[in-house]
């Protein structure tokens, strides 16, 4: 019988070995992760975080309906991004998308500007006449906008804009003005406050043919309907201004120191003068020992002729304030504080504006006319 002996093996430098090997695949493996792994995921995650914060920010923001289609599909590709070199390539192409989208509104709110003026818009509203052409401008200009796909595009076609723009505006006043008798005056209103002034019908279709759409979106023309108002200045701030003087009237406003224009080109219908301040004549010249007098007081004169007094009607108190304040200015000299009430002809808006100024339910304005050369 034969006996095989067992040899034990020693497995124990095995077991150290896989110990050893474990020990250093560990070491190796947080190296990697701590030093190349997590903050290479951190990065791709704040990355992620800040590429979405532009895309959400910035680009959402815009409004426009291929910023919105943008905005959503970007987000989706950050989110599937994995790495951030990848993000990083997103994000440059957020950018472009972001300048190209800014342009984009910019233009689309430039054509809403265009369409929507002061007295006349594309739609109407309670302030403003709803006119077609505006909106067949509207339905023209946004398509083109929005099918642009470059900011080169874009650009290049905000010259287009402009011209149609003003193109329809101009001819949205000219045929109002057209349509006005030819030998009428036309009011040019404008708002914010409400002023204007009077021209005639050429030099109403000749400043709009020099205007762009920027400025005729503010005004209206219409032919004039007026009213006579009273102003009451005095000679010292209207020493030139006489009845048919064309001015141009002004409000300053005390409190906030400014002055604003209220309506060009008017004519001063008819000037009277304070009687109190001129109607008394005392008037004498002494030469030597010889002493020439002349008194009357032209009110009360006026008052006896209009009562059938012959003598009181022989005195020439015709046009007496006029003839007066005429010779003044021919010899240069003038009572200052002489009162002088203006009667000027404006549209009925204008002059309730001017009676409330007048009659001091506004204390804060006063009316300036200045004289036209």
Do not use: C
């Not at 007026?226 to 009237?249: M, Y």
């Not at 009357?296 to 007066?324: C, H, L, S």
């Amino acid at each position: 019988m034969i006996v095989i002996a067992r040899r034990e093996i020693d497995v124990r430098p095995i077991i150290g070995a896989v110990v050893v090997f474990g020990i250093i695949g560990a070491a190796i493996f947080g190296v990697y992760y701590f030093l190349i792994a997590k903050p290479a995921a951190e990065e791709l995650e704040q990355a992620k975080l800040s590429a979405l914060d532009q895309i959400n920010n910035s680009l959402a923001s815009i409004g426009t309906d291929q910023a919105s289609t943008a905005t959503s599909s970007y987000s989706t590709q950050v989110q599937a991004a994995g790495s951030k070199i990848e993000v990083e390539s997103i994000s440059t192409n957020v950018t472009a998308t972001i300048q190209l989208e800014q342009k984009r509104k910019e233009l689309l709110d430039k054509v809403d500007t265009a369409i929507n003026g002061t007295y006349y818009s594309a739609t109407g509203t309670s302030e403003t006449i709803e006119v077609l052409a505006l909106a067949t401008l509207s339905q023209t200009l946004t398509p083109e906008i929005n099918a642009k796909e470059k900011i080169s595009e874009l650009e290049a076609y905000e010259a287009e804009l402009n011209s149609q723009a003003t193109s329809t505006w101009r001819t949205l006043h000219t045929n109002m003005i057209g349509g006005i008798n030819e030998n009428s005056e036309i009011e040019r209103w404008k708002n914010s406050p409400a002023s204007g002034g009077y021209l005639s019908k050429d030099n109403a279709l000749a400043y709009v043919g020099g205007e762009t759409w920027e400025t005729l979106r503010k005004l209206k023309f219409k032919e004039a309907s007026t009213v006579e108002v009273p102003i009451l200045d005095t000679f010292q701030r209207t020493p030139t201004i006489t009845s048919g003087s064309i001015v141009n009237i002004y409000v300053y406003d005390i409190g906030t120191d400014n002055m604003d224009e209220l309506w060009v080109n008017v004519k001063v219908r008819n000037v009277i003068y304070s009687q109190s301040d001129i109607a008394t004549i005392a008037w004498a010249l002494t030469d030597g020992i010889t002493t020439q007098s002349y008194s009357v007081n032209i009110w009360e004169t006026i008052k006896a002729a209009a009562a059938g007094d012959p003598e009181a009607a022989a005195v020439a108190w015709q046009d007496y304030g006029v003839d007066v304040m005429d010779r003044a200015r021919s010899a240069n000299i003038g009572d200052y504080d002489v009162s002088v009430i203006y009667i000027v002809e404006v549209p009925d808006e204008i002059g309730e504006k001017i009676i409330q100024y007048e009659l001091h339910m506004t204390a804060t304005k006063d009316v300036i006319l200045i004289a036209t050369i």
